[in-house]
């Protein structure tokens, strides 16, 4: 089935690490997104891509940093200058406008990571 | 200045009974698009209706209405008929970009609703 996989579902860090979170699609969407989400709040853009190799800072980028090397895939790197980065964090997907499934943005089951 | 402002932290609303979820945008694009989703206590994140911003007619999804109004930029939920299961935190989503651009999308803060036996 297409969807979002993302993964650990949950990750402990100490603090002073970087972690990584991977986020793999195969719906051949061309954006994607990586947005955290603390307890009781919105979500906050933290970065978006819309194509390989190219991408831009969302509403909360400082500590984070992404790649996208491939289409299928834009993993998240929390470093150790994020200051506060135990939360829920939610990657997305969309397809460009106009297309099938265009107007819907698909999100993973979302990864939880705790600072120790 | 927010993109999408939600001014109701919480709402209760009686079973079998209409609901609205309020939600106010902020952008200088043409063309953009407003969309809602539902939040379970799970995590997941569910689609629920979506708008262009030219689209006449206001978008409708089973019991799922969005009350478009471009002028006073507003793209207010409505849930007929609440049901139990409705009980989760809904957020508004603005997409802007569609020209060419980067599609950026960006969310409200969310309104927790609770439906009353």
């Known amino acids: 089935d297409g969807g979002i996989t993302q993964s650990p579902k949950y990750l402990f860090r100490k603090e002073g690490q970087n972690v990584t979170l991977s986020c793999e699609q195969n719906?051949?969407?061309?954006?994607m997104y990586w947005y955290r989400q603390d307890p009781g709040q919105g979500l906050r853009l933290i970065y978006y891509s819309q194509i390989v190799n190219d991408f831009q800072k969302g509403d909360i980028a400082e500590g984070y940093s992404v790649s996208r090397e491939k289409k299928e895939s834009f993993p998240l790197t929390v470093t150790s200058a994020q200051k506060n980065p135990t939360a829920f964090y939610l990657c997305?997907?969309?397809?460009?406008?106009?297309?099938?499934?265009?107007?819907?943005?698909?999100f993973g089951e979302g990864s939880w990571l705790t600072v120790v | 200045a927010q993109k999408i402002t939600q001014t109701q932290p919480g709402m209760f609303v009686q079973e079998k009974e209409a609901v609205t979820l309020d939600c106010t945008y902020d952008t200088s694009d043409q063309s953009y698009g407003l969309f809602w989703y539902k939040q379970p206590s799970s995590g997941e994140m569910i689609f629920l209706i979506y708008q262009g911003s030219y689209d006449e007619q206001n978008a409708t999804e089973g019991r799922y209405s969005l009350n478009f109004q471009k002028a006073r930029k507003s793209a207010n939920l409505v849930i007929s008929a609440s049901q139990l299961g409705d009980s989760a935190m809904y957020f508004c989503a603005m997409r802007e970009g569609l020209r060419g651009g980067y599609q950026k999308v960006t969310f409200g803060i969310g309104t927790k609703l609770q439906v009353i036996p």
């Open positions: 997305a997907s969309s397809a460009q406008p106009g297309q099938s499934s265009g107007n819907t943005i698909y």
């Open positions: 719906l051949n969407h061309d954006a």
